[in-house]
């Protein structure tokens, strides 16, 4: 029997396609982790194949470098190119404003620091990760941590009001760690009322790497839904 993909894979295929047809002959990429960004990464590389485009690529994660290899897309590093043209990138969740919470892969820290070499950003995700508040229905904010300080974080995290929880790897035991080497806590706050302040504030913590918050960082975002794409602006809301 062939298997059917949900509305959400072709959703997420179809935002991730839209945002690709914006690659240009030349540019520097970020590529984004995720399962949404690894759409965008493998049509890259289908356009690579098929009309010879000519791209250097950032990966933001070891899954992100290895499916850019299988794509054959040419790799380069931010050492060469501390500016990129374009990232494409995915979401957990994302506001009115275009400001996001990303890490649920727990690749924050090289994403961030990809998307604010960037140019221009697009996001790309379903649609339901759209959302009136950033923090809504129970997702946390992952905070990269230096092991090291990892108790003196989630103690710090609680007095900002959060709930911290270290994330668990899902096929080893104990603490995920990240590409860097380092911990994931999800800090779990409720409905964010002022996600900049918030961001600053676990920004601000030592032994916080970096913080799933992503502020006036993205510049487009492409919605797949069920009855097609939709690209939003600010003020498109
Ligand atoms: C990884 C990320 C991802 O972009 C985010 O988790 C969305 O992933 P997906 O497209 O699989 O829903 O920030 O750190």
Redesign the pocket.
Known sequence: MKHEIGWKEKA?RAAAKEAVKRVEDGFVLGL??????AYAIREIGKRIREEKLKVWAVPT?YQALLLATENHIPLTTLYEHPEIDLTI????QIDAELNMI???????TR?KIVASASKKVIIV?DET?LVKKLGVNNCPVPVEVLPFAVSYVAREIEKLGGKPVLRKSESKVGPTVTDNGNFVIDAYFGSIETPDKLRAELKSVSGVIEN?LFIHIADIVILGGKEGIREIKKTSI
């Open positions: 997420k984004g982790s995720g399962s949404t960004a994660s990138d995915g979401a957990d990303k890490g649920g892969g727990g690749a924050l994403e995700a990760k799933g």
